[in-house]
């Protein structure tokens, strides 16, 4: 794996990137912590191969930046921040000695941030890789119940806030492709279907995308046939930067809003998207839900105040899409302008 530093990475674009380094378990991970205005950085350990060290560590931080705007949208008492561990091969099974002993090793790298990083579930691991660090001396979050379902269930509620925006309608009958049928997918699937929604399922395992599409009474679409797919709403809930400069003119579906982080290749794509006429979801503000239910169960909500806050990420959207028409600018500058008047508010 290549160690070279591209001239474009910004190495002081947040506050700390943290280098973790542990013979005996090969550990190799970077902890990166965006900003601690609103609080200790929050951010998911992700697993990974990466195709140079130069190439994870621009990756924690693009994620720990995108936490930081996550948790001001949400009104959460956390910066943002995010760490990557690089895998040289398929990662040890769940559990396995070998799996234990590299997460006990990355505790201790944690615990030295004296608690101004906070980990918890992401690509690659697990809740009881969330336990084993915390038994290992640092605190982590997630480790005692499953964020997914809530980050659906915020998904869907800032969906169905772009299709009230876009569309002037609610969700019966409106045609959604999800693209990913893990977890997450498949709840926010079930939800749309449940409301109505004509749902369409893809997914790089077939057979999985085939069950999810059943389970609701949906059909099926090929991967590579995604974004020409003909669908008013495209929920992105797996892989990033699924839509591009060279794609977007294929783009069908009116509104764009899912669980996926990092869903536009590059900035530029926004304007583009606003340009062809399609209202874009900012996924930061989308995918909310699961950090909203992490702080839930720190703070001891009712499962009722719980559900309230998921529901408020729809509010949110639509204030952001408002403010966007009003403004003439897209989706994603009217939230990241919204997240900044925050951040700064707490620094007075």
Sequence with gaps: MSSTTPDALDLFAGEQVITCRDDATGLRAVIAIDDTTLGPGFGGVRWRPYPSQAAAVAEAQRLAAAMTLKHALADLPYGGAKSVVIADGPLPLDGSPERVRLMEAYSRFIARTGGT??????????????????????????????????????????????????????????????????????????????????????????????????????????????????????????????????????????????????????????????????????????????????????????????????????????????GADERDVTPVRAALDLAAAHIESHRR
């Design 117 to 322: 990083y906070i980990p918890g579930v992401d690509m690659g691991t697990t809740m009881s890789d969330m336990q084993t660090i915390r038994d290992a001396g640092a605190r982590a979050f997630c480790d005692e119940v499953d964020p997914g379902p809530y980050t659906a269930a915020g998904a869907y509620a800032a969906m169905r806030a772009g299709v009230r925006h876009r569309l002037g309608s609610g969700m019966d009958g409106v045609r959604v492709l999800v693209q990913g049928a893990g977890h997450v997918g498949a709840a926010l699937a079930a939800l749309a279907a449940a409301d109505g929604a004509q749902v369409t399922v893809s997914d790089i395992d077939p057979p999985r995308a085939a069950a999810v599409a059943e389970s609701v009474g949906g059909t099926t679409v090929a991967p590579d046939e995604v974004i020409a797919a003909d669908c008013d709403v495209l929920a992105p809930c797996a892989v990033a930067r699924v839509i591009t400069s060279d794609n977007v003119a294929d783009l069908k579906a009116s509104v764009v809003a899912g669980a996926a982080n990092d869903t536009l290749d590059t900035p530029e794509v926004a304007q583009q998207l606003a340009a062809a006429g399609v209202t874009f979801v900012p996924d930061f503000m989308a995918n909310a839900g699961g950090v909203i239910q992490v702080h839930a169960g720190q703070v001891g909500w009712s499962e009722e105040e719980l559900r309230d806050r998921l529901e408020r990420i729809g509010d949110r959207v639509e204030q952001v899409l408002v």
